[in-house]
């Protein structure tokens, strides 16, 4: 096992990892301004993959558009959970606890709704790549692999810009330092908290579709973005930046491992969970906040 | 409806309810919210078909051995994860539940202990368990453990700990040790867990790390919120509801779990202190509560 080896392990786990920042951002930008973990976006994720699925087998369309529509569907339908489900909460102000059992409640509706409707059988996306590799040197890259990296690398770019450069952006930076402050600056509160739901689940879509693409598709991929979830602890819930360095950290970190013994990769993210949350509790970068009790 | 059949259902129930209880101990009580209590329902399912099956032990200690071995690990669990607030608390538990899980997934031991020979296989598990729960013994470990909790909850230690529910800086502020009350739920409703773990092992008659998945945390935490929170016979209703429905609804299939999303959902929008309400049924008040509709009556009709 020379160089190449660990390179070519270099270049899966940021492929796994950046699947994980599309997924893990959305959880991070939940929590950063309502401050509860919305276990509900695996759901989004689960059921982006099926549109995207659908998108190219039923519909027949090119995969480009299949993955706007993919991307557009999942949006859709974050924007609706967070009517239906979250709005009447937030109107009461109701402690975050009842924000968590409800988006529990959302996931495992939506997966049991897939497995009742579409059935539990596992899914194959129809082949989109041929197997063709990119050659650099002796490293040998799958085009799927590339066009992972590639769309995953673009869309956080895209969402960095917004939350770095923009109006809008500044806005939800500004809800999460204080969203009741911004409120009275004359920011839209309900604006925000749609465009964030929007922007999550718009990156789930995608997620789910690159997911779908180089796995398969079921509506138990749960595991998946429990890991993507793990990914946002580990960086530091509510801080984006910190989603995306911890998704790639613990996607290179877990294909070692798996290279190493793969039974244990599993076992190695929730270690990893446990370890941060006893050492470090607020991530790699999320901000410490003094508990008010 | 056979009764053997409705006796299974009521087995079922019953174990169900021990970690329920604890639960709703755990959250009505304290305000902590817990996604891996499958987790301990599963050590103390192994450690006590260990001690049963591997060392010959009688049922009763095993079923001790594992509530204590679940609640040692709880309370470590604990120590380290308490100072932890709301959110991360639960996922702390979110990730030692899938843990344990894998754990169990990658154990492989194969030994004959004192001339028996005792097969655990990773996720293929443990089967042949021998079938000592029966329905005396479930209902008799449940009464036991009902009224235990009620005394303890309607004692000055379960005062302090409603207290800290209501406002925990209050509650410290009037001198309440609070970890040491989130310790006393922890370590509560870890040993019901276990001792639970125990009961549905040699009920079912087999293993597998599969069946501790983190849904089953989630299906309990639900049976606690439709029940509500912190009431013992809200827990009780609730997780006979609950246990029952699926075989009642058994023609839907699939759907059964599409319904108890929804119903989640709509729970916490509507009524979010669930079916009780924290309020406990209760005979005496019960009857204050006839006495005051007959004195209505009374006085409408003057």
Excluded at chain 1, 180 to 198: C, E, P, V
Excluded at chain 2, 19 to 31: E, N
Excluded at chain 2, 133 to 145: D, E, H, N, Y
Excluded at chain 2, 255 to 263: E, K, M, N, Q, S
Aim: some cysteine; charged content about 10%.
């Amino acid at each position: 096992m020379g160089v190449e080896y660990y390179l070519q392990q270099l270049i899966n786990g940021i492929c796994l990892g950046g699947m994980y920042a599309l997924m893990s951002v959305g959880y991070s930008l939940v929590y950063s301004i309502m401050n509860f973990s919305n276990f509900a976006h695996g759901g989004v994720i689960m059921v982006g993959a099926y549109v995207g699925f659908y998108a190219l087998t039923s519909l027949g369309l090119p995969f480009g558009m299949a993955f706007i529509v993919c991307g557009f569907g999942s949006g859709l339908l974050a924007v609706i959970i967070e009517r239906l489900v979250y709005n009447p909460l937030r109107r009461r102000h109701a402690p975050s606890l009842y924000f968590i059992i409800s988006a529990m409640g959302a996931s495992i509706f939506l997966e049991n709704f897939v497995v009742a409707t579409i059935g539990p059988t596992p899914r194959n996306y129809p082949t989109i790549f041929a197997n063709s590799v990119v050659k650099i040197g002796n490293l040998a890259i799958g085009l799927d692999s590339l066009l992972m990296i590639v769309v995953s690398a673009v869309s956080l770019l895209i969402l960095m810009f917004i939350i770095q450069k923009t109006k809008i952006g500044l806005a939800i930076r500004a809800c999460s330092y204080n969203e009741k402050a911004s409120t009275l600056m004359g920011i839209n509160g309900d604006l925000i908290i749609f465009i964030i739901f929007l922007m999550g689940g718009v990156l789930a879509g995608f997620a789910g579709m690159l997911y779908g693409m180089r796995y398969i598709v079921k509506p138990t991929i749960g595991a998946v973005t429990n890991k993507s979830f793990v990914a946002a602890v580990f960086g530091g819930l509510g801080s984006l930046p910190g989603a995306i360095v911890g998704s790639l950290l613990l996607g290179v970190m877990e294909i070692f491992v798996a290279s190493w013994k793969s039974n244990l990769r599993d076992l190695f993210v929730y270690a990893l969970l446990i370890i941060v949350l006893i050492v470090r509790p607020s991530g790699l970068m999320g901000k410490v906040t003094e508990d008010k009790a | 409806m056979s009764w053997y059949y409705i006796q299974g259902i009521l087995i079922q129930s019953c174990y169900t309810l021990m970690v329920v209880l604890g639960l709703s101990v755990l959250t009505g009580y304290t305000g902590l919210f817990s996604f891996g209590h499958a987790g301990f329902v599963c050590i103390g399912a192994y450690i006590s078909v260990i001690c049963t099956m591997g060392f010959g032990l009688p049922y009763g200690v095993a079923l001790l051995i594992a509530g204590l071995t679940a609640m040692i690990i709880g309370a470590l669990l604990g120590r380290i994860t308490l100072k932890l607030k709301g959110d991360y608390f639960c996922i702390a538990t979110l990730g030692v539940g899938e843990a344990v899980r894998l754990i169990f997934n990658n154990v492989r031991i194969d030994t004959v202990i004192n001339g028996r020979k005792f097969v655990l296989d990773g996720a293929k598990g443990i089967s042949n368990v021998p079938l000592k729960t029966s329905f005396g013994v479930a209902l008799a470990i449940v009464v036991v453990t009902v009224t235990a909790t009620a005394f303890l909850l309607n004692s000055k230690h379960g005062r302090n700990m409603l207290a800290i529910r209501e406002d925990e800086l209050a509650a410290q502020m009037a001198g309440i040790d609070t970890f040491r009350y989130k310790m006393l739920a922890m370590c509560m409703s870890t040993l019901y867990a276990g001792i639970a773990g125990g009961m549905l092992a040699h009920y079912i008659g087999y293993l597998q790390p599969n069946m501790f998945q983190m849904v089953k945390s989630t299906e309990y935490t639900i049976m606690v919120i439709f029940g509500g929170m912190g009431s013992i016979t809200g827990s009780v209703l609730g997780t006979v509801l609950l246990c029952a429905l699926p075989e009642l609804l058994r023609a839907i299939g699939d759907w059964r779990l599409v319904f108890y999303g929804l119903a989640v959902i709509i729970i916490m929008i509507v009524r979010p202190k669930g079916l009780m309400g924290g309020k406990e049924l209760r005979v005496d008040l019960f009857f204050q509560w006839l006495a005051g509709l007959f004195k209505g009556k009374r006085k409408g009709a003057a």
